[in-house]
């Protein structure tokens, strides 16, 4: 009976002796980690304190840099502004004044000049060089709403920058063109010009717009359009 309560004695012992290294390892393990998260905690904070300190001095170094920029572009400012009040003081013309705006003559453009109006591009240069020839040149700016395509907005857009050369137009000899090339002028239909050359082969020779006011078929509002691309030169 001693035997056996001193035997439970023994293990109370052993297992106090477990308990307590136990608890001791366990102490010491929470020792351990939290002088590590103190640690781990210590060094975010000093890398975020640098973070704080280099972008500290980024953000001087930006505005140092945007400063001097800003410094340079207004003395640049001031330069152009200084630059163009001594040039209207002392007469002195820049490139803006010596700019001239843009003048075509139309009666003897080219295709390419055509093309330097605002709205114009090659098929309208094209078209109105075509009609040009027929017409043998234009005595008003409205007559380029008869180009094919050709609207009033546009005209109202380049007329300013038109001029016409009215010497340049090409005359019809009345009194000696032959039917084929009479009814190419866009102001004549064939009754009109076939009229014209019957009159002629009569012996009737055309010197003023009554004479051509005679023909039947030739309404005073065909004559009006036509008359400046008349010449009544005697026949050769």
């Known amino acids: 009976m001693g035997d056996k309560k001193r035997l439970f004695y023994k293990s109370q012992i052993v297992g106090i002796i477990w308990i307590s290294v136990s608890l001791v390892i366990i102490a010491a393990i929470g020792f351990f980690s939290s002088r590590k998260s103190a640690t781990t905690v210590q060094n975010d904070s000093v890398g975020t304190e640098n973070i ?3 972008a500290s001095k ?3 170094a930006y505005h140092q840099r945007y400063k001097t920029r800003r410094h340079k572009d207004i003395a640049t400012h001031r330069y152009h502004d200084d630059y163009r009040t001594d040039s209207t003081m002392y007469g002195i013309q820049t490139p803006a004044t010596k700019r001239q705006p843009l003048v075509v003559e139309l009666n003897n453009a080219d295709t390419t000049s055509l093309q330097l109006l605002h709205g114009i591009g090659p098929a309208y240069a094209r078209r109105i060089v075509r009609y040009r020839d027929r017409l ?3 005595t008003d700016v409205g007559q380029l709403l008869e180009v094919y395509g ?4 546009l005209l109202a857009h380049i007329a300013p920058s038109l001029t016409l050369d009215t010497t340049a137009i090409r005359r019809i000899e009345i009194n000696n063109i032959g039917l084929k ?4 002028h866009p102001y004549i ?3 009109q010009a076939r009229d014209i050359v019957n009159l002629r082969n009569k012996g009737v020779r055309f010197s003023t717009a009554e004479d051509l006011r005679a023909v039947p078929s030739m309404a005073d509002s065909t004559l009006a359009r036509l008359l400046p691309y008349i010449s009544f030169d005697s026949c050769r």
């Open 136 to 138: 043998g040149g234009f």
């Open 52 to 54: 704080k300190i280099l």
């Open 150 to 153: 050709f609207t009033p907005e």
């Open 58 to 60: 980024e953000d001087s």
């Open 181 to 184: 090339e009479l009814i190419k």
């Open 189 to 191: 239909e064939y009754y």
